[in-house]
T-cell receptor, first 112, second 107 residues
Framework: KAGVTQTPRYLIKTRGQQVTLSCSPI?????VSWYQQTPGQGLQFLFE???????NKGNFPGRFSGRQFSNSRSEMNVSTLELGDSALYLC???????????FGDGTRLSIL | KNEVEQSPQNLTAQEGEFITINCSYSVGISALHWLQQHPGGGIVSLFMLSSGKKKHGRLIATINIQEKHSSLHITASHPRDSAVYIC?????????FGTGTSLTVIP
């Protein structure tokens, strides 16, 4: 069974740009969650999508958004990038929110 | 104050030692997760607990709901156990993470 796939693995952007990250979940998993990991703040929950609807959301500004498609694939978008958005962005899929999370390898985003 | 606190932050052990990592939380949880992150970033879910104790190989996780405390034990530690271990509490609609325990097991 294929695992969670995130693309791209690495991205370099400049301040003010926007970025879209992609996540393909494990087949059969309808819940996709996104997390941000930084050295200073550790892991933080961004949001969770289930059946194309955002069900849960962490404490992040509106510049962070996402969507989920009918095949459960999900995208995360960050607009007006700031230096502080440099982080490892992780996607995880599961059978439902709070269930064991299956993580992708992450996208490492660097903002110059 | 963080909703999830882990201790210790760093831990060095000799191969074969018994290891305990502690996690305390302040929120009402539906489940408590233990995660393992190896250098390079990949995260693996080790356990999900809502009560009692679970065992998988040399790893044991326990939770005391009344005391809002969980422990992860590693028996007969091995260098391949070297990783960051992260505790995460999930409520009905949020995930809260501890800052992680960096474990190094020396041969």
């Amino acid at each position: 069974k294929a695992g969670v796939t995130q693309t791209p693995r690495y991205l370099i952007k400049t301040r003010g740009q926007q970025v879209t990250l992609s996540c393909s979940p494990i087949s059969g998993h309808r819940s996709v969650s996104w997390y941000q990991q930084t050295p200073g703040q550790g892991l933080q929950f961004l949001f969770e999508y289930f059946s194309e609807t955002q069900r849960n959301k962490g404490n992040f500004p509106g510049r962070f958004s996402g969507r989920q498609f009918s095949n459960s694939r999900s995208e995360m978008n960050v607009s007006t990038l700031e230096l502080g958005d440099s982080a490892l962005y992780l996607c995880a899929s599961s059978l439902g929110f709070g269930q064991p999370q299956h993580f992708g390898d992450g996208t490492r985003l660097s903002i110059l | 104050k963080n909703e999830v606190e882990q201790s210790p932050q760093n831990l060095t052990a000799q191969e074969g030692e018994f290891i305990t990592i502690n996690c305390s939380y302040s929120v009402g949880i539906s489940a408590l997760h233990w995660l393992q992150q190896h250098p390079g970033g990949g995260i693996v879910s080790l356990f999900m607990l809502s009560s009692g104790k679970k065992k998988h190989g040399r790893l044991i996780a326990t939770i005391n709901i009344q005391e809002k405390h969980s422990s992860l034990h590693i028996t007969a530690s091995h260098p391949r156990d070297s990783a960051v271990y992260i505790c995460a509490a999930t409520t009905g609609n949020q995930f809260y993470f501890g800052t992680g325990t960096s474990l190094t097991v020396i041969p």
